[in-house]
């Protein structure tokens, strides 16, 4: 049988925003429990006390979420160069046979010039093409006879190499995102590989995205 205690733990860990604020004193204790009161009394099939609920939040341990930020705060002081990128386009299109042949047209015609912008995604049902906007009639001439699924001009990307331990430790790219998603920075397109990630915004967003990752590493 799940206790209260098991059952507000379960349910604030949900939301990695307010168990952070939690842990910070940013929000009333109390409030939340009568927030979160229908849930747990839903969850364990009985009345709960919001002085139960308060309890129980109170008993919860930052232990393992700080020492999880710690290394994570280590980590970012630790991130290398930060490249951007502006006049950007984004491509999404329906995956198909022909499609993938297609792609590597604009692969070739990418290394012909170093200063191209390219990158290309592949989904289960769709692909996602990032290049630089001098490469879009390219583009759209080549997969002309493709599903276009969505487009969007005028994107600007900021690239971030991490370190090697990235992969070794939880929450790195939450605790990047994190930063954006409270500053209300939309977010086009997140890629990756092994110890790089880039990060396309709109255009209009790219100065506060760069200020919030170099406050990041400096601080």
Not at 52 to 75: C, G, T, Y
Not at 93 to 114: C, D, G, H
Not at 171 to 188: E, H, N, P, R, T
């Amino acid at each position: 049988m799940k206790t209260i205690q098991e059952v507000v733990e379960k349910t604030i860990r949900k939301t990695p925003f307010i168990e952070e604020a939690l842990n910070e004193k940013l929000i009333n204790v109390s409030s939340l429990a009568r927030l979160i009161l229908p849930d747990v009394s839903r969850t364990l099939k009985k009345e709960v006390k919001v002085g139960a609920v308060m309890m129980a939040i109170n008993r919860i341990s930052p232990a393992s979420e700080l020492r999880i930020r710690k290394n994570i705060k280590r980590l970012a002081l630790d991130l290398g160069d930060v490249i951007v990128r502006s006049d950007l386009c984004d491509f999404t299109f329906k995956n198909t046979r022909s499609l993938f042949r297609e792609i590597a047209k604009i692969l070739t015609k990418s290394a012909e010039n170093s200063d191209y912008f390219l990158t290309v995604s592949q989904g289960i049902f769709e692909t996602n093409i990032v290049t630089s906007k001098n490469l879009r009639p390219f583009v759209e001439d080549i997969f002309e006879n493709e599903i276009l699924i969505n487009s969007v001009l005028e994107l600007a990307s900021i690239t971030i190499k991490l370190p090697k331990e990235n992969q070794e430790q939880s929450g790195i790219y939450y605790f990047i995102l994190k930063q954006l998603a409270w500053a209300d920075i939309s977010l086009q397109e997140v890629i990756s590989t092994t110890n790089e990630m880039t990060i396309v915004v709109k255009e209009e967003d790219i100065n506060q995205t760069f200020a919030i990752l170099m406050d990041m590493k400096l601080t």
